[in-house]
């Protein structure tokens, strides 16, 4: 079955360290890979997405992920976190197309320490 | 930049009480969603509507859910007799023709006492 996994439950960082939340994903053929963030009491917002070309995908507010397809993963990078970066973060496949639906992994929670 | 607005943030209600969940997408797209989440799991997808059908459904969209789309802006999804685990964060999506990834709502936190 398609599935997506993510393997770290709570992150706690401080401010200034680097991040990478781990993403895998099972094969099933085309599949298109997204991370959502979502704030305390807000929407899903999209990160970035990859739907093919260049591996490192570059999204909004300086994260970035590296599709790497050998590993079946595709996980989330940031150089240096702030505190406003505490949320949590979900990773999503989408298989077969656009006409697929999105399977989402467990999420990660972030708490960053001032 | 446009919104999936869900109402209500919060929902408490009896077992066996029948709630519905209401979310106005964004007023162009074409594609519409339902996820839920129960608390320390996974987003888990239950149905997708698309030309005022549904589209896909998952197993755990059985005979007491229902999706409707009464007045071509609301998107309401329906719960005929809540139980205990019913209690999630529901949200909302919608996308447009072109897929370019779904929007979703800020969801709804049903709480089934």
């Known amino acids: 079955a398609q599935s997506v996994s993510q393997h770290n439950h709570h992150v706690i960082l401080s401010e200034a360290a680097s991040l990478e939340l781990g993403c895998n994903y099972s094969y099933g053929g085309t599949v298109n890979l997204f991370w959502y963030v979502q704030y305390p009491g807000q929407h899903l917002q999209l990160l970035l997405k990859?739907?093919?070309?260049?591996?490192l995908v570059k999204g909004i507010k300086g994260f970035e992920a590296e599709f790497i397809k050998s590993k079946f993963s595709f996980n989330l990078r940031k150089p240096s976190v702030q505190w406003s970066d505490t949320a949590e973060y979900f990773c999503?496949?989408?298989?077969?197309?656009?006409?697929?639906?999105?399977?989402f992994g467990k999420g990660t929670k972030l708490s960053v320490k001032p | 930049e446009p919104e999936v607005t869900q109402t209500p943030s919060h929902q408490v209600t009896q077992m066996g009480q029948e709630v519905i969940l209401r979310c106005v997408p964004i007023s162009n797209h074409l594609y519409f969603y339902w996820y839920r989440q129960i608390l320390g799991q996974k987003v888990e997808f239950l149905v997708s509507f698309y030309n005022n059908e549904i589209s896909e459904k998952s197993e755990i969209f059985d005979d007491q859910f229902s999706v409707e789309r009464p007045d071509g802006s609301n998107f309401t999804l329906k719960i005929r007799s809540t139980k205990l685990e019913d209690s999630a964060m529901y949200f909302c999506a919608s996308r447009g023709r072109t897929f370019d990834g779904y929007t979703f709502g800020s969801g709804t936190r049903l709480t089934v006492v």
């Open positions: 990859y739907f093919s070309g260049d591996p």
């Open positions: 999503a496949g989408l298989y077969g197309g656009s006409q697929g639906n999105l399977i």
